[in-house]
Structure formats: C-alpha cells, structure tokens
C-alpha cells in the first residue's frame, strides 16, 4: 500500500515535470517568436493583426493602425466587427482616420448620401460609412445653414472604387 501511494506520487511527479518542461519550450519559442516580430519591426516589417501577413512599413497604404494593425485586404471585414464593439468616441476617432487613410492612398472618394436614393454601389470595392469632417457630423456649417458636403445628414459614404 505504501509503496503504491509512493509510485502514484512520483508517476504524478514525473507527469508534471513534462508537463512543465513543456510549457518551458512553449513559451520559450514563444518569446523567439516576438523576438524575431520584433527583428522584423526594426527592418521595417510590420505584421497584419488579422490575417498575420507580413508588410512592408516603407509602403504607408499596406498596413493601417486602427489600435491594431490591419491590411487593406482584411479592413472590409475587419472594419464593421470592430466598430460595432467600440464606444462612439473611440469609432469616430478611428473612422475619421480610416476615412483619411483610404483617401490618401486608395483613392477613396467622400460620396454625399441623398436621401431617398439608392446609392450605385457597382463600381465600389467597398464603402464605409462616415461623419462628415466639413460639419463635424451636425449637418451645419458655421452659419448655420445646411452643410452642402453631406446634405445635412452629418454623415458621409467613404467609397473606395474598384
Ligand atoms: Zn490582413
Ligand atoms: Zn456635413
């Protein structure tokens, strides 16, 4: 009985110690791993939040910091599941720096939303919707007539074609 209670505990023993030693090499590849994200940072390599691409930092339309860094190709899914958890300060914060961002290097252009109209969405790689930066999202200029950049809605359409 003794020498059972002993075997069990030393079995016990052994199995922690691989156990342990195991989670020693992971979190020591681990560390190489950022280590190495962190070489590649020093060069100039950032990498995509999402999809876990590498960039290139020289090219300023690859990767866009939102609070975390996304690629073009994955802001159309990223953008509307992000926005959704976010508070308002924090999404129109990171909205007016998206909208900024695509139309400086992806040719996004602002589209005024008309009321009551379909908006052609055919030639659009995609859109996302924006507070319009003439009025701060009011839908008034300073004197207090209707902002002619958003119709008064206060809000805008980033398009970014095709
Ligand atoms: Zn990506
Ligand atoms: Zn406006």
Redesign the pocket.
Known sequence: MQQELRNDFSQAATHDLAEDSLFATVTRVDHDVNDLIDALALLGVKRCSQCRKFFRCADPGALFDGGQLVCYACIPDWWPSISMRLGVEEREKIEGKLASWLRKHHRAEVIKVTPGSVPDTSNAEFQIAAK?V??AGS?KLMEGER?R??NGL?AVRIVVPK
């Open positions: 319009c003439e009025c839908g902002c950049f958003c206060g």
